[in-house]
């Protein structure tokens, strides 16, 4: 005979082969502690209802309390083919501890669309939180070191080609700028993670009068979905996560695309903590970014992640479908993918060592350029002209085969008569950031203020 919770009106069996395709349970047995909660709430709900007895209320309480024990205890026997998702685990279990007369109740207008879509934004809720608190030590992190090591100068680069002097500090606060917007983001993703489907049931709503307020109160939803259709059909929740992580990884791979280029020999303006890095088996010398490249690596498989689900919800017609449990596993590979990678990018933002000198070393006069351009500006000239000057004064320096501020201040004259005896103060890297003093820009003041701003996004501010 058929075992299934819902074997009444089937005969034969299922084909050993769809019995796995099908069951869930091997990965939603992560939403046990949910599942039972969720149940707890209804079958509360169901005592105003007039569902259920206080007296049988009590036994499924005792008895669902029973079963999470067993799942925190991992003693809950899974029943290979009868136990096809955490829900019917967690019913057939509750039977076998109180007697089926009473189990047999709880379900009573209830479904397993609206059971698993709860237990998902119960449990996302939890890790939601916890993300955040890995991305608030990572702003964290980047905000002290940008404060401690404001002193270092080093190249800022467009086209990955030495443009102008900035502070080491700077380059990380555009970082920490990104990530205090994916900080922002998360925090308004969660208000829509936060409502509550229970009570929808199949996709109708309730014929008992439940009430979900309550029910979603006990639970700690902020509200409800409305919409019952909406309740069972909606998995927006889940790819909104993974866009929102895949916009994270995405800057969390430019991060690490910038620390791997800072980290190898050529540059030399950081060095990775042992912690984070890997040897060679075979070459004795090398010391390899794999965290960093990990970080990298796993942006596409969480984009992957978030362009299949979507993918996979575009076409479902309404309301549930069991398309929509694909969208389980996905979202727990992505919330660990995410939570380890901004653990890591934390660790090793930690304990990495900058190499001032060789960030200075990089530095060359021609990087100036632009600043001798704008020592006639202030003198008046219009800046196309002083461009076009200084121009001339960088093909006069490579023509001598020295750096432009190896040119004497007759060359320079040479050039142009307004130039005066104060203009070979223009080559001087420190000089040249603190000029940028403007909102936002690389001098020392400019860069505490954002460091400011980072600490107050982080209050939520
Ligand atoms: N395990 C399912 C899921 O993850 C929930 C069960 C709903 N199944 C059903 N046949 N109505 O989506």
């Not at 109740?105 to 890790?127: C, I, P, Y």
């Not at 029910?215 to 929740?237: P, T, W």
């Not at 008569?417 to 950031?433: L, T």
Request: aromatic share 8%; glycine share 8%.
């Amino acid at each position: 005979g058929n075992t299934k919770l819902w074997g009444g009106r089937f005969t034969g069996s299922l084909d050993p082969i769809m019995t796995q395709y099908n069951e869930s349970i091997y990965f939603d047995r992560v939403f046990y502690d949910q599942d039972v909660r969720g149940s707890i709430a209804y079958a509360r709900a169901n005592v105003k209802t007039g569902i259920l007895t206080e007296h049988e209320f009590s036994e499924i309480e005792r008895g669902l309390n029973a079963v999470r024990k067993e799942w925190a205890d991992g003693t809950f026997d899974i029943k290979p083919g009868v136990d096809e998702d955490i829900h019917t685990a967690n019913e057939r279990r509750l039977g076998e501890i109180i007697g089926k007369d009473i189990a047999g109740k709880l379900h009573t207008g209830r479904s397993r669309n609206d059971q698993v879509a709860t237990d998902m934004r119960l449990w996302l809720q939890d890790q939601l939180e916890k993300l955040e608190g890995f991305l608030v030590d990572l702003l964290k992190v980047m905000a002290a070191r940008a404060e401690k090591e404001v002193e270092a100068v080093m190249p800022g680069y467009t086209h990955l080609q030495r443009a102008q002097p900035i502070r080491w500090s700077h380059w990380i606060l555009m970082y920490a700028s990104f990530f205090a917007s994916d900080l922002q983001r998360l925090r308004e993703l969660k208000a829509r993670v936060n409502r509550s489907p229970l009570g929808c049931g199949a996709l109708a709503g309730n014929p008992f009068n439940i009430d979900r307020d309550a029910m979603a109160k006990e639970l700690g939803f902020d509200g409800l979905i409305m919409n019952s259709l909406a309740g069972v059909a909606d998995r927006d929740f889940v790819v909104e996560t993974l866009q929102w992580g895949s916009m994270l990884m995405m800057h969390m791979s430019r991060w690490a695309e910038d620390l791997i280029i800072y980290s190898s020999g050529e540059f030399s303006f950081v060095k990775l903590a042992d912690a984070y890095s890997t040897g060679s088996s075979l070459m004795p010398q090398k010391k390899n970014p794999d965290s960093l490249e990990l970080l990298r690596g796993k942006s596409g498989r969480v984009f992957g992640q978030m362009a299949g689900l979507m993918m996979s919800v575009k076409g479902i017609p309404s309301t549930y479908n069991k398309d929509l449990q694909e969208s389980v596993e996905p979202l727990l590979d992505h919330v660990k993918t995410v939570g380890d990678s901004l653990q890591i990018a934390t660790g090793v933002l930690s304990t990495l060592t900058i190499l001032p000198e060789n960030m200075l070393k990089s530095l060359t006069p021609d990087m100036l350029a632009t600043d001798l351009a704008d020592y006639l500006v202030r003198k008046g000239v219009p800046f196309r002209e002083t461009h076009h000057i200084s121009g001339q004064v960088v093909a006069l320096a490579e023509k001598q085969g020295k750096p432009m501020d190896q040119l004497s201040f007759e060359e320079l004259q040479g050039v142009d008569r307004r130039f005066e005896k104060n203009v070979m103060e223009v080559f001087d890297y420190q000089k040249s950031v603190e000029m940028r003093s403007a909102k936002g820009g690389t001098s020392r003041s400019a860069v505490m203020e954002q460091i400011e701003a980072v600490k107050k996004a982080l209050s939520g501010e």
